[in-house]
């Protein structure tokens, strides 16, 4: 995986729309398209090998449109230069996480000590346990 060819071509590829915002910004709310929203389709993304690109559909398949296409939207900030660089941010980190291909795990025996620590643990709490029973009559 490629990061920074990932985030290039979503720079390149990616459609960003405006439209107004519900947020912070008072009565400037309701004149300004401040809140971008950005689309990308998920085959145009590059730096991503096949199998990376599979994963990525699968794992984003309930977050993309018909058309494949990935919608991120932001309104956070008051301006749209900032929400435009917030929803493209997240566009890439949301393709990068989702494309992320975990190794798997080799599982592995546990040691000679950690076996002999595991042991000896029981058998303090064993002698610990005894030594709560009743006291005997001999008094």
Do not use: C, F, W
């Amino acid at each position: 995986m490629d990061r920074e060819r990932i985030r290039s071509s979503i720079l390149e590829h990616a459609e960003v729309d405006y439209a107004r915002s519900g947020g912070p910004g008072g009565q400037n709310v309701n004149k300004v398209n401040s809140k971008a929203v950005a689309r990308i389709r998920l085959d145009s993304v590059e730096g991503l090998s096949e199998r990376e690109h599979e994963q990525a559909r699968a794992r984003l398949a309930s977050r993309l449109t018909q058309e494949g296409e990935l919608v991120v939207a932001a309104d956070d900030e008051r301006d749209q230069p900032r929400n435009r660089a917030l929803a493209l941010a997240r566009l890439a980190i949301l393709v990068e996480k989702a494309a992320l291909i975990m190794k798997t795990r080799k599982p592995t025996a546990p040691t000679h000590a950690s076996r002999e620590r595991r042991l000896s643990s029981k058998r303090s709490a064993s002698t610990i346990k005894r030594g709560r029973g009743r006291p005997s009559g001999d008094d």
